[in-house]
């Protein structure tokens, strides 16, 4: 109580006011009026000890379930008379209550991630947008990453939001950033989960996506139901690219769009960013991302036709093959980090799988039955290129290949 208070209420003691007069224009017990008009001495608090609680033997339960899913305080009152808690429902609301803020506190610091732990992922719909594919306007969608520590930020502009398409955006940004974090936390998208559980381990993951995390080993979080913040550096970037990039933004096809998202992805994240005090780019090296070691292929199997310069694309690069295959279409198969070709069931090329773009990787050798065409010496310029990629090729078991074309090497 204020000292200016106990004053008054002494004074209007003296005057004659009832103790009950005195309490119903304090709002307060008149046995508290009583106690401080007869005190000589401002009264001072002391705190005393806690009661015990019938709730308290039942408390670690409560945290332990409120960790695992959201439960309302009915539910786990419920759970607790089932363990034969004898408590009133007021007391666990109370305490379920003080628990939930306790939990937005933890998870909101918790979301400061570490170097290398954790990225985020989402969609964005962009219903005042079209694009022009295969001769018709389709709806246009955005996928975004960004991860958690260094604040990178990716995004794709894609037709639909199928698990294949969600997958091939994933290798993408995985590609641009040089490696993927331990984890990636996700909202409740069909996607990604399939049927949605209070415990996320009773939860059923889409398979195509549940065996492509397997492949690259980082782990799917699912976002809790009803706790919007977890996710929200994601959807804070969904909100900028709405209001920065795509305003006044100009295009004549989704390659035209995605080579403007990329050089909008490079400039803001050479950006100072607004709560780190840093740029992203400086910070992504302290990430030490996991490597990409080897591809994920969504088909196994791929036809690439031969260009007039012996060489096929794969992923945004060129790979050589024998030079007696121009203007053949020839099989793409890529595993553990290499690339194969195959003409009519033999293998005619074997490559390093290159991860980085516009990238040429020639054996000089495919090249030979060119240097010499109707009796005189022909110079092939290809093989001047400086941004040449001449990979020699180690021992390399090509059993799992041969069986995948049910054919021999050449």
């Known amino acids: 109580?204020?000292?200016?208070?106990?004053?008054?209420?002494?004074?209007?003691?003296?005057?004659?006011?009832?103790?009950?007069?005195?309490?119903?224009?304090?709002?307060?017990?008149?046995?508290?009026?009583?106690?401080?008009?007869?005190?000589?001495?401002?009264?001072?608090?002391?705190?005393?000890?806690?009661?015990?609680?019938?709730?308290?033997?039942?408390?670690?339960?409560?945290?332990?379930?409120?960790?695992?899913?959201?439960y309302s305080a009915v539910r786990i009152h419920e759970k607790l008379m089932e363990q034969g808690c004898d408590c009133k429902y007021t007391i666990v609301r109370q305490y379920v209550a003080t628990r939930k803020a306790d939990?937005?506190?933890?998870?909101?610091?918790?979301?400061?991630?570490?170097?290398?732990?954790?990225?985020?992922?989402?969609?964005?719909?962009?219903?005042?947008?079209?694009?022009?594919?295969?001769?018709?306007?389709?709806?246009?969608?955005?996928f975004l990453m960004i991860l958690g520590y260094s604040r990178m930020r990716y995004i794709e502009?894609?037709?639909?939001?199928?698990?294949?398409?969600?997958?091939?955006?994933?290798?993408?940004?995985?590609?641009?950033?040089?490696?993927?974090?331990?984890?990636?936390?996700?909202?409740?998208?069909?996607?990604?989960?399939?049927?949605?559980?209070m415990k996320q381990s009773e939860s059923e993951l889409n398979k195509q996506?549940?065996?492509?995390?397997?492949?690259?080993?980082?782990?799917?979080?699912?976002?809790r139901p009803y706790r919007g913040q977890t996710k929200g550096k994601v959807e804070r970037t969904v909100r900028y690219v709405r209001e920065n990039f795509m305003v006044g933004v100009k295009y004549n096809s989704l390659e035209h769009l995605n080579s403007q998202a990329h050089a909008w992805c490079n400039k803001i994240n050479a950006k100072v960013h607004g709560t780190t005090n840093e740029r992203p780019i400086d910070r992504l090296p302290v990430e030490n991302l996991q490597p990409l070691k080897r591809e994920y292929i969504m088909d196994k199997i791929n036809l690439r036709r031969v260009e007039k310069d012996c060489l096929i694309s794969y992923a945004g690069n060129k790979y050589s093959v024998p030079a007696e295959c121009v203007g053949r279409d020839v099989t793409v198969i890529v595993l553990d980090h290499m690339l194969a070709a195959y003409f009519e069931g033999k293998q005619i090329a074997l490559h390093k799988l290159s991860y980085s773009k516009n990238t040429f990787?020639?054996?000089?050798?495919?090249?030979?039955?060119?240097?010499?065409?109707?009796?005189?010496?022909?110079?092939?310029?290809?093989?001047?290129?400086?941004?040449?990629?001449?990979?020699s090729i180690p021992d390399h078991s090509l059993k799992k290949y041969d069986e995948l074309m049910g054919g021999a090497t050449l």
């Not at 290398?116 to 694009?131: A, M, P, R, S, T």
């Not at 240097?371 to 290129?385: C, H, Q």
Request: charged residues 30%; aromatic residues 14%; contains cysteine.
């Open 209 to 223: 996506f549940e065996d492509f995390a397997g492949f690259y080993g980082y782990k799917p979080i699912l976002c």
């Open 157 to 197: 502009f894609v037709t639909d939001m199928s698990a294949t398409t969600l997958i091939k955006c994933h290798i993408n940004a995985f590609r641009y950033f040089g490696g993927y974090p331990e984890e990636i936390l996700y909202d409740n998208m069909k996607q990604v989960v399939v049927k949605r559980m």
């Open 1 to 70: 109580m204020k000292g200016n208070l106990w004053m008054e209420i002494r004074n209007e003691r003296k005057k004659g006011l009832s103790y009950t007069e005195i309490a119903r224009k304090h709002h307060i017990d008149p046995r508290t009026a009583k106690k401080y008009a007869e005190s000589d001495t401002k009264p001072v608090y002391t705190l005393t000890a806690p009661k015990p609680s019938k709730l308290d033997p039942y408390k670690h339960l409560i945290d332990m379930w409120m960790e695992e899913a959201p």
């Open 103 to 142: 939990l937005n506190e933890k998870a909101t610091v918790r979301f400061e991630t570490m170097p290398g732990l954790q990225g985020q992922v989402d969609w964005g719909f962009f219903e005042n947008y079209k694009v022009l594919e295969n001769g018709e306007y389709k709806k246009l969608y955005c």
């Open 361 to 391: 990787n020639v054996n000089k050798e495919h090249y030979k039955s060119m240097i010499v065409k109707s009796g005189f010496d022909v110079e092939n310029t290809l093989l001047n290129n400086p941004d040449l990629m001449d990979l």
